[in-house]
């Protein structure tokens, strides 16, 4: 299958994966070559973003060292001061081998004193091939550079999680090849990599789709928001329901807001108590309360926002009779605990924040991108996990990073905020993972449109109209 290209320049590709490309990608051309066009992509971005000065290339002995002795060939033949360090020579009769014999240039020693002595150093250490944490002498030569670009990845960031293996430096510039790595967006590592170049270095594109790659940059292209049509009414543009808790009613409201201020075409509140109070909340919203299974037999009210308000009780009247009346739902909140596990199973999409997330499905080592895909593949359920790079995760295997949020996000209610509009897309016919990525987009970017504020989940509902119209003008632009 040939994807859409703005949709595969959003691919994330795992160091794994980068083998396979790779080892495709050889059939078409020499290893060697790849590794002299990304060196070269990395002398440029260098020559392009500094001015002459005097550099120290440090090499590792994999194909990471490659590059670096590629860079200071390349840097030097334009007239740079150039030195490599090595920590280790790579083994004879490696491509990393061939760059090595072809740099005659100056030598130094892989240690503090040569980093003081460069202006700026070009972390050629590890890249995709780090296999352990990095020891102490390594990371005491690293941490000596003030002024640092690293190839493919700072040395020490793993490129498929984004945790740092024992100590990585923090890089002005990082260039990466063919495409971005997930640790260049998860957190810690994102706030590792400073300016990410990414540099065609030749790979044929055709390699990326004949491979399964499902990992994703959350960002418009890789779903479309249906545009306000001429011939829209409200039951096209979507019914969205909220389940309104008794006592606690402030979650229930702003989610019922939200779904109000991004565009669902009627927003109804089922209220278990406190009917005035939610009917007050908006002139907009529909309030109903009584027999709530009676409520449930119109099936024009297909999808439900469950979980934000709720007791106990109150949940799990709802959740069982939505689950018995087929309804989409938007589980959050109280919704999810491991005691409602088989309930959870039957919701079209949950949006656990780590702790909920470990309520749920107990405690998980290092890769969350793989213990969130796993969660979804086990609940047959979209799993939004909430945090400042949240991630979308699909249980046919497809899982969508987000780095468009920043942390005026971290407000009271903002999660129930999150939970409005994924109902809104859902109730437009959206098709639920792709609806849950468009809608953790537009939440981030409410909040970038306040910020030179301090917005409160209301604020942050003003905003979502906007923001769902910047989604497509990003992509019309
Ligand atoms: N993708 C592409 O298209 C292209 C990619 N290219 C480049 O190739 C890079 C990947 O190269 P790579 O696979 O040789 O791995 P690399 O990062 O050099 O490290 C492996 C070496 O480091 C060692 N080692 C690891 N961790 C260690 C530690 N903590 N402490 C000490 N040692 C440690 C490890 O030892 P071992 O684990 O085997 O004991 C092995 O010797 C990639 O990042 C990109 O820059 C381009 O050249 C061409 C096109
Ligand atoms: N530092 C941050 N950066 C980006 N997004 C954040 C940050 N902190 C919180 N968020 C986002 O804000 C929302 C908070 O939701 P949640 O934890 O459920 O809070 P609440 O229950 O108060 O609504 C989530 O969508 C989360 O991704
Ligand atoms: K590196």
Redesign the pocket.
């Known amino acids: 299958m040939q994807l859409k290209n703005e949709k595969t320049n959003l691919l994330l590709?795992n160091?794994e994966e980068?083998?396979q490309?790779?080892k495709i990608?050889m059939q078409y051309l020499p290893?060697l070559t790849?590794?002299e066009?990304?060196?070269l992509a990395v002398a440029r971005a260098i020559m392009q973003f500094y001015k002459p000065c005097k550099i120290l290339v440090l090499c590792?002995?994999?194909?990471?060292?490659?590059?670096?002795y590629?860079v200071a060939h390349i840097l030097a033949n334009e007239g740079w001061p150039v030195k490599v360090a090595s920590?280790?020579p790579?083994?004879k009769g490696?491509?990393?081998y061939k760059?090595f014999v072809q740099w005659n240039g100056d030598k130094t020693d892989f240690n503090i004193q040569s980093v003081r002595d460069a202006d700026l150093v070009v972390d050629?250490?590890?890249?995709?091939?780090?296999?352990?944490?990095?020891?102490d002498h390594?990371s005491s030569v690293l941490k000596a550079a003030d002024h640092l670009v690293a190839?493919?990845?700072p040395?020490?960031v793993d490129?498929k999680t984004g945790i740092i293996?024992?100590y990585a430096p923090h890089a002005e510039l990082t260039v990466?090849?063919?495409r971005a790595k997930a640790g260049h967006y998860l957190l810690p590592g994102r706030e590792y990599i400073g300016k990410l170049v990414i540099a065609n270095?030749g790979?044929p594109e055709n390699i990326l789709s004949e491979l399964s790659i499902n990992t994703w940059l959350n960002e418009p292209g890789l779903w479309e928001l249906p545009i306000a049509d001429v011939e829209d009414y409200k039951y096209h543009r979507g019914i969205v329901n909220v389940v309104g808790g008794g006592t606690v009613t402030g979650a229930a409201r702003l989610s019922a807001l939200a779904a109000s201020s991004c565009g669902a075409g009627l927003v109804h509140i089922f209220a278990f108590g406190s009917r005035d109070l939610y009917l007050l909340t908006s002139p907009c919203f529909m309030v109903d309360e009584g027999d709530f299974t009676d409520t449930l037999q119109d099936k024009r009210r297909k999808v439900w926002v469950c979980g934000p308000g709720l007791t106990e009780d109150e949940v799990k009247i709802s959740l069982i009779n939505l689950i018995k009346t087929n309804k989409t739902i938007v589980a959050d909140a109280s919704a999810l605990t491991k005691e409602n596990f088989d309930l959870l199973k039957q919701c079209a999409v949950i949006t656990p924040h780590i702790g909920e997330f470990k309520r749920i499905f107990g405690d998980f080592k290092d890769c969350r991108i793989e213990a969130v895909k796993k969660a979804a593949s086990i609940l047959n359920t979209v799993v939004i996990l909430k945090g400042p790079d949240t991630l979308i995760a699909s249980p046919d295997g497809r899982v969508a990073v987000n780095c468009h949020a920043n942390a005026r996000l971290a407000t009271a209610g903002s999660g129930d905020v999150l939970t409005g509009v994924i109902a809104t897309l859902l109730a437009c016919g959206m098709e639920v993972w792709e609806a849950s990525c468009a809608a953790v987009w537009i939440h981030g970017e409410a909040a970038f449109l306040h910020n030179n504020s301090w917005p409160n989940a209301m604020d942050l509902i003003h905003n979502l109209g906007k923001a769902r119209d910047n989604g497509r003008y990003h992509v019309e632009k």
Not at 124 to 135: E, K, N, T, Y
């Open positions: 590709i160091p980068m083998n490309v790779d990608a290893v790849l590794m066009n990304a060196g590792g002995p994999g194909n990471n060292g490659g590059d670096g590629v920590l280790k790579p083994e490696t491509d990393a760059a050629a250490v590890f890249g995709a091939g780090l296999s352990r944490d990095i020891d390594i190839i493919d990845m040395s020490g490129g293996r024992g990466t090849f063919c270095i790979i």
